[in-house]
């Protein structure tokens, strides 16, 4: 893999990873439209290298909220930052129940199959614009929220649906502040990409052989850049009530999808 298309895969994953977009649609969808040869192969280092990449790009734009959540665990008291971490610990288990038990099955969707990548982006669309049409609150995240909203962090491990874009829409639909909901989504995310980070690693298949450092080098610099973009734009869209932008978005590209589909069967 060049050093072009290393920053190029950058770019898509950082911005991907926080726009409620889905990222595995509209890689399933390129594959369709270019065929598998046409893209470069992405390694599993490399895959690695970008979410490690658009992680710390996540710390990095919420390194005081990290910082006090953590000074706030130390106290050793069952205050608002250890019930938050608890909240996020929570939040996981319906992922990481889908990620054990389910993995086989949920790779068998990722061949492909554009019909329901394009009924899973009008999905995510009609969350979206749910999400713009709730009023503002200032209500936290609560235990029971935070579970619900982990389900939906599950649910978008389909193609099509996205991790941004449904959580945060679950929060706010739920009734908690627009701000709020964009923080815990994002922050919530962390533990499990260095889970499955930790979980690649550990499985003995990353080959470091082979590997092109200049060329990872740059796709964890765009990565990482353009999530910081993508964060930051995320939040503000979100307590403005943007969404509804990247709602037609996704019907425009769910529909050409599904006539895509239906065309070529």
Known sequence: MD???????????????????????????????????????????FTVVLHFATALSTIVIFRKDILDIIKGILKLEWNDDLQFVSKIALSMIPAVIVGLFFEEQLEQLFGGNILLV??????????????????????????SNAFVIGISQAIAMLPGISRSGATISTSVLLGNDKTKAA???????VPLIFGKIAKDILSGEISYESANFTSLGAGFIAAFVAGLFACTWMIALVKKSKLSYFAIYCVVVGVIAIIFALLNR
């Open 183 to 189: 923080r815990f989504s994002f922050l919530m995310v």
């Open 118 to 143: 394009g009924c899973m982006l009008l999905v995510t669309a009609a969350l979206l614009f749910l999400a713009d049409r709730a009023k503002d609150t200032n209500k936290k995240v609560t235990f």
């Open 3 to 45: 050093i072009i298309d290393s920053i190029i895969l950058g770019i898509i994953q950082g911005l991907t990873e926080f726009l409620p977009v889905s990222s595995s649609g509209h890689l399933e969808l390129g594959k369709a439209i270019l065929g598998d040869e046409s893209l470069p192969k992405e390694s599993l280092l």
